[in-house]
């Protein structure tokens, strides 16, 4: 089945400095990944859609320079939280959806618990 | 537009007993629903999908699922739960179309006792 590839799964980086979440579709090509973040105990709420080649979408109230999202080839897209601030803590996880099946089937990764110090 | 809502954020069954889940959606649009189970610091795996095809979804784990237009709900049901199901468990809701993202419930903390 698909597989999605997320790393690291756990960060601790000082605040200011800037870090690289990276999201690998396994087996399978994503012209589309999306990125979302979670709060504790909370849903899921989407930052970004990314597309392979082009811009991301970023939802409404998301920081566009905070938060870059680059998505350079079809199996790779990676989130860059820069400047980080405790704030920035959060888990995030990604997303894609393999093309080639017409079920629907989101696959997820296994997510990325980012702490700023 | 779309959205799901997820009554109960806590829901508490002893082990052997029956699991139900709550989801109602909302969508313009005829909708493609979802559950998926979160274990703790982990990713999301599907239990389930509805795409318009039977009503009635068997999933993984022995989940099922009913879609009801009329009542625009997708409840998530397990005839028996294991102390394995202990989990958060969100519905969610999207349309169809390549590039759809998946909107998410706030999710159902389930926890199972002896």
């Known amino acids: 089945g698909a597989v999605v590839s997320q790393h690291p799964s756990w960060v601790i980086c000082k605040s200011g400095t800037s870090v690289k979440i990276e999201c690998r579709s396994l087996?399978?090509?994503?012209?589309?990944m999306f990125w979302y973040r979670q709060f504790p105990k909370q849903s899921l709420m989407l930052m970004a859609t990314s597309n392979e080649g082009s811009k991301a979408t970023y939802e409404q109230g998301v920081e566009k320079d905070k938060f870059l999202i680059n998505h350079a080839s079809l199996t790779l897209s990676t989130l860059t939280v820069t400047s980080a601030h405790p704030e920035d803590s959060s888990f995030y996880i990604c997303?894609?959806?393999?093309?080639?099946?017409?079920?629907?089937?989101?696959?997820f990764g296994s997510g990325t618990r980012l702490t700023v110090v | 537009a779309q959205s799901v809502t997820q009554l109960g954020s806590h829901v508490s069954v002893s082990e052997g007993a029956l699991v139900l889940l709550r989801c109602n959606y909302s969508?313009?649009?005829?909708?493609?629903l979802f559950w998926y189970v979160q274990y703790p610091n982990q990713g999301l795996q599907l239990l389930l999908k509805?795409?318009?095809?039977?009503?009635l979804v068997k999933g993984i784990n022995g989940f099922e699922a009913e879609f009801k237009k009329s009542e625009t709900s997708f409840h998530l049901t397990k005839p028996s739960a294991h102390m394995s199901d202990a989990a958060e468990y969100f519905c969610?809701?999207?349309?169809?179309?390549?590039?759809?993202?998946?909107?998410f419930g706030t999710g159902t903390r389930l926890q199972v006792t002896l």
């Open positions: 509805y795409t318009s095809a039977a009503t």
């Open positions: 087996d399978f090509q994503a012209t589309t």
């Open positions: 969508s313009s649009v005829p909708p493609y």
């Open positions: 997303s894609a959806r393999d093309l080639r099946r017409d079920d629907y089937g989101y696959t």
């Open positions: 969610a809701v999207t349309a169809s179309g390549t590039a759809s993202k998946l909107t």
